[in-house]
Nanobody
Framework: QVQLVESGGGLVQPGGSLAPSCGASGGKWFPMFSMSWHRQTPGNERELVAGISDGGRTNYADFVKGRFTISRDIRKNMVYLKMNSLEPEDTAVYYC???????????WGKGTKVTVSS
C-alpha cells in the first residue's frame, strides 16, 4: 500500500484560507494514482471534498465549488488542497486518499485537523 502523510491543517478564522498538503510514497507509480481529499466530523461519515484523476481531471463536492482547489505535483509526489473562504462548517479532519484499481491500491492518511472559528 501507499503511505500518505497530511500536513497543513490548523485553526483559521471564518473567511480565511488554509492549504493542507499530502505527501505520498509510491515512487514512479504515483502518476497512476487517483488522489482525493475527504473530510469527517464526529458522528458523521467521511465525505468526498475533491479529487484529481491520474489524467489530471478534477471534481469537487458542491459545498466547496469555487472555494477549494485540488492540485498535484507529480515530481514531488504531493497533492494539495487550497481552501479559501473557509466557513465554520468546513471544520473537520481532512484525509488524503490514493486509489488505483489497476495496482489494487486504496490507501488513507491519518488526517489533518482543520478548525474554522473566531
Amino acid at each position: 500500500q501507499v503511505q500518505l502523510v497530511e500536513s497543513g491543517g490548523g485553526l483559521v478564522q471564518p473567511g480565511g484560507s488554509l492549504a493542507p498538503s499530502c505527501g505520498a510514497s509510491g515512487g514512479k507509480w504515483f502518476p497512476m494514482f487517483s488522489m482525493s481529499w475527504h473530510r469527517q466530523t464526529p458522528g458523521n461519515e467521511r465525505e468526498l471534498v475533491a479529487g484529481i484523476s491520474d489524467g489530471g481531471r478534477t471534481n469537487y463536492a458542491d459545498f466547496v465549488k469555487g472555494r477549494f482547489t485540488i492540485s498535484r505535483d507529480i515530481r514531488k509526489n504531493m497533492v494539495y488542497l487550497k481552501m479559501n473562504s473557509l466557513e465554520p462548517e468546513d471544520t473537520a479532519v481532512y484525509y488524503c486518499n490514493a486509489k488505483s484499481t489497476r495496482l489494487d491500491i486504496n490507501s488513507w492518511g491519518k488526517g489533518t485537523k482543520v478548525t474554522v472559528s473566531s
